[in-house]
T-cell receptor, first 113, second 109 residues
Framework: NAGVTQTPKFRVLKTGQSMTLLCAQDMNHEYMYWYRQDPGMGLRLIHYSVGEGTTAKGEVPDGYNVSRLKKQNFLLGLESAAPSQTSVYFC????????????FGPGTRLTVL | EDQVTQSPEALRLQEGESSSLNCSYTVSGLRGLFWYRQDPGKGPEFLFTLYSAGEEKEKERLKATLTKKESFLHITAPKPEDSATYLCAVGTGNNRLAFGKGNQVVVIP
């Protein structure tokens, strides 16, 4: 089991460029999440999904879009990158059930110039 | 609004010097309190889930406890490999976690 994987690991963008971050999990988890982590801010939820074909907004959704076309994949898109989106992005997944823990991927470090 | 506050923000310990990390929370309907460990450049790694006041869980030198308003992560006789950031999170009623900002722990040999 690879667990949760994220692609790419690092990326540098110019302001206004677009990109997609890919998260994949092989644990057959129903729920998937995208977070960003900034110094002094902790982990903040961007968007999440409770099942294939469903998405919902988290705490900081502006400037991001997501899609969950397949159960095992959760894509995070930036249509027009801004320097404020420079951050480390983490994907997580968990089984359905109220109290189950989330499993995290290794992260993607994104720099927007 | 769900809130999680961790203290102290940073802690330097001598090897073998036991200490405790605090996580205080305000949440409407707790769905578990979670502790994670995060090493630099890596994703958070799950440690414990606590569900009800009075519950305790242990793993090697770590012991987590829970009251109605806070949780403690006790580190007993720490070693340098226990150096990490420890994250506390509370499960909320809408399938989400609310995270604190973390406790950065450095254990000096």
């Amino acid at each position: 089991n690879a667990g949760v994987t994220q692609t790419p690991k690092f990326r540098v963008l110019k302001t206004g460029q677009s990109m997609t971050l890919l998260c994949a999990q092989d644990m057959n988890h129903e729920y998937m999440y995208w977070y960003r982590q900034d110094p002094g801010m902790g982990l903040r939820l961007i968007h999440y999904s409770v099942g294939e074909g469903t998405t919902a907004k988290g705490e900081v959704p502006d400037g991001y879009n997501v899609s969950r076309l397949k159960k095992q994949n959760f894509l995070l898109g930036l249509e027009s990158a801004a320097p404020s989106q420079t951050s480390v992005y983490f994907c997580a997944s968990r089984r359905r059930g109220t109290d189950n823990e989330q499993f995290f991927g290794p992260g993607t470090r994104l720099t927007v110039l | 609004e769900d809130q999680v506050t961790q203290s102290p923000e940073a802690l330097r310990l001598q090897e073998g010097e036991s200490s405790s990390l605090n996580c205080s929370y305000t949440v409407s309907g707790l769905r578990g309190l979670f502790w994670y460990r995060q090493d630099p450049g890596k994703g958070p790694e799950f440690l414990f889930t606590l569900y009800s006041a009075g519950e305790e869980k242990e793993k090697e030198r770590l012991k987590a406890t829970l009251t109605k308003k806070e949780s403690f992560l006790h580190i007993t006789a720490p070693k340098p490999e226990d150096s990490a950031t420890y994250l506390c999170a509370v499960g909320t009623g809408n399938n989400r976690l609310a995270f604190g900002k973390g406790n950065q722990v450095v254990v000096i040999p």
